[in-house]
């Protein structure tokens, strides 16, 4: 009986470490490739919906008053959009920029935070004026990752959108990205017989693996303000006239 035991019990272990559920290990690598993210932030996740506007005809004839008021007020005022200041161009909120990877990434060798580049497929156009070229290296890391492992544990790898810069070096922050999800058994199986357990540790699942070059989405996170007037829109947008800080120095 302790033979069989102790047999056992190597055979667990075994299936521990082959599906990741030993004790984790500190992962030292260059600050550089790695992000700092809002571990509490999900960049994948709906936007909560909109309240539902009160319906008048079950108003009372109060409320139905305050309700005008309160529409005749807003009518009047200047419409303003969060964000960007009056009179400024901007990148709406939800802009989807068509992106592709510029190298592979891999749900077996890629890490949580890791850092992953992409660039865009097209030009970001706004009011006939290219914003964001077509070649423009934006930023993302892997938000979400599993290795394969045994009994048909099948790899996850999810990549976000992080920020992309404008041709004026504006910062844009985005969201949702890459998703590559299999199915999951949970990494264990409940058997009785040992023999089956050692047949399903060598029954591998399949890790995710994206070549140089998939083509995934991005979206704009928060409106952006660009910072110009849509007739300095061109001029600031344009890759011949530097752009960046000015210092002036009197020179006596």
């Known amino acids: 009986m302790r033979t069989t035991g102790k047999f056992a019990a190597a055979i667990l272990s075994a299936i521990m470490m082959a599906n990741g559920l030993s004790l984790p290990m500190a992962y030292a690598a260059p600050s550089s490739r790695y992000v700092s993210v809002d571990e509490k932030y999900d960049p994948f996740a709906e936007e909560e919906m909109p309240a539902k506007e009160a319906d008048p005809s079950k108003l009372t004839f109060k409320e139905r008053l305050a309700l005008q008021k309160k529409e005749e007020q807003a ?32 749900s077996k060798t890629h890490k949580k935070n890791q850092q992953v580049e992409f660039k865009t497929t097209e030009n970001l156009i706004i009011n006939g004026v290219v914003v964001i070229p077509k070649g423009t290296v934006g930023m993302g890391y892997v938000y979400e990752v599993q290795k394969a492992g045994g009994f048909g544990r099948k790899g996850v790898l999810r990549i976000a959108g992080k920020e992309i810069k ?86 006596k």
């Not at 419409?79 to 939800?94: C, D, F, R």
């Not at 199915?183 to 050692?198: F, H, P, R, W």
């Not at 070059?213 to 409106?223: I, S």
């Open 75 to 106: 009518a009047a005022q200047k419409v303003t959009i969060a964000n960007v200041m009056p009179g400024h161009i901007y990148i709406p909120k939800k802009t989807m920029l068509n992106v592709e990877l510029i190298e592979p990434a891999n």
């Open 166 to 251: 404008t041709l004026n070096n504006v910062s844009v922050p985005l969201r949702k990205g890459l998703e590559g999800k299999g199915k999951t058994d949970g990494g264990a199986v409940a058997v009785a017989a040992a023999v089956s357990l050692v047949g399903g540790l060598f029954m591998k699942g399949s890790n995710i693996n994206y070549p140089a070059g998939t083509d995934f989405q991005v979206e704009v996170r928060d409106n952006v303000d660009l910072g110009v007037t849509p007739e300095e829109l061109k001029d600031a947008m344009n890759p011949d006239i530097p752009h960046g800080q000015e210092i002036v120095i009197e020179v």
